[in-house]
């Protein structure tokens, strides 16, 4: 997408040349002569970069700044000076403008500062839009996502959730098994029933029997009074079973009867007892494959193999991985009653490039830690605020604008030293240099050690 830019400048042969200048580097360029001009295309969905010269007649850049500030204070605005107005800007970017460029300046100057700014919007109106979808996606938390492989299963989900056919889901630790099972149950007429869940490998070959069938009084030494099974406490809604895999060999052959049947037979007593249920099973492994099936039988797998549903780790879907973060983000800091992190530079590298083991769980507890300022060197915000204390004095200022200049063009370009000095336009030694000169640690910001 071509960025757009609004170029404002009374001078109209600098304006020109500028604006030719910008077009070159392929943006997209209104070249305005005056202030309110301006204002009139400006609305909090602006996605591009403002660049004002400072001196104006009627409305100046600074006045301009401000009412920028009030639209939406994360517009970028990039001040061009003289340079009698530089402790100006300086004190502009305090106040919250992106940069200032004193004339005359060189044109890789101007395209690499809009450049740098056009990245930050994006990053800002990605925020936005994941926010606000996270927060319209409670009812499918957290089979939260955009990607094609998402959208089917929401749409098998919806088709199945409404019979009484059973389903056997598989998906790596922590993708969200049991959420389907929850969300079957939850969409079809069943909702009014039991959601009963059972972890059949949390429980021992001597108790699962019990917890499933449920026993009379005097069936085993301790039990002492009546208890109903699982099974049958699911009667009339669902009954999910996760860890399949793990039930024991004997308790499969009498959950394969109840299954043929449609009755439970608890312990202790010979009567049958019919149950009206819906059985959502979940594995962790793919039990269609013999070597992974193991001891599990194989006329069980096929009995509950009515319909296969498969949840894609998040390696597999990584582009609705800032949306989850999103998500999960903005419920911990309602949590926490802190504030929601911003999707930097750094955090979205680190959702990109991590491959997630633990999948939904894991993120989520990322976007927890995030909210509680706990993040790993690779994912720290780096995104430059260009702001010192009204203390400093005006060097001290412009050491600080350049070091954040150099750690958000590393964030950039994830570390790469090539990269990151063609786009600062400066020599190989003179980068490391200002490395040295500002505690700038390189592989803080790349995963790869690149030279």
Not at 56 to 63: N, R, S, T, V, Y
Not at 434 to 442: D, E, N, T, Y
Request: hydrophobic share 40%; net charge negative; aromatic share 6%.
């Amino acid at each position: 997408m071509i960025t757009p830019v609004l170029l404002i400048d009374d001078d109209k042969p600098l304006l020109r040349a500028t604006a030719q200048t910008l077009e070159l580097a392929d943006f997209a360029v209104k070249a305005l002569s005056s202030a309110p001009e301006a204002l009139a295309l400006l609305g909090a969905d602006f996605s591009g970069v403002v660049v004002s010269d400072i001196r104006m007649p009627g409305m100046d850049g600074l006045q301009l700044f401000e009412r920028i500030r009030q639209i939406d204070a994360e517009i970028p605005v990039i001040l061009v000076t003289g340079h009698g107005d530089v402790p100006t800007a300086v004190k502009a970017i305090q106040d919250g403008a992106y940069d200032f460029i004193a004339k005359p300046f060189a044109a890789e100057r101007l395209i690499q500062c809009v450049h740098r700014a056009a990245e930050k919007r994006g990053l800002v109106l990605e925020n936005r839009r994941l926010r606000d979808a996270a927060r319209q996606a409670e009812d499918d938390f957290p089979l939260i996502g955009q990607t094609p492989v998402m959208d089917r299963l929401r749409q098998t989900l919806r088709q199945i959730a409404d019979t009484d056919v059973d389903v056997l889901v598989t998906g790596e630790t922590g993708s969200g098994k049991e959420v389907v099972a929850r969300l079957l149950h939850g969409w079809s007429r069943r909702a009014k029933g039991n959601f009963v869940a059972l972890n059949c490998g949390a429980l021992p070959e001597q108790v699962i029997e019990s917890e499933l069938f449920g026993h009379e009084p005097g069936a085993f030494t301790g039990a002492q009074k009546k208890r109903i099974g699982r099974i049958e406490h699911s009667s009339g809604g669902t009954l999910f079973l996760d860890e399949l895999e793990s039930m024991p060999l004997s308790t499969q052959v009498q959950l394969l009867r109840v299954l043929e049947m449609r009755e439970v037979t608890p312990l202790g007593t010979n009567e049958v007892r019919p149950v009206d249920i819906r059985i959502v099973a979940a594995a962790k492994v793919d039990l269609a494959d013999p070597e992974q099936r193991r001891a599990f039988r194989e006329d069980l797998y096929y009995r509950l193999n009515v319909v296969s549903l498969t949840i894609p780790p998040l390696r597999e879907r990584r582009d609705d991985i800032p949306l989850l973060f999103s998500y999960f983000a903005e419920r911990a800091a309602r949590r926490f009653q802190r504030a929601a992190p911003t999707l930097s530079g750094g955090i979205l590298r680190h959702l990109r490039d991590h491959n997630w083991p633990g999948n939904v769980r894991e993120l989520s507890h990322f976007a927890e830690r995030a909210v509680l300022g706990m993040m790993p060197p690779t994912a720290t915000s780096t995104t430059p605020s260009a702001r010192a204390p009204e203390t400093a004095s005006l060097p001290e200022r412009l050491e600080r604008l350049e070091a954040d200049i150099i750690r958000e063009t590393l964030t950039t370009h994830g570390g790469n030293v090539q990269e990151t000095i063609a786009a600062l336009g400066i020599p190989r030694k003179t980068f490391y240099d200002k490395l040295q000169r500002h505690g700038i640690v390189r592989k803080d910001f790349s995963a790869s050690d690149d030279p």
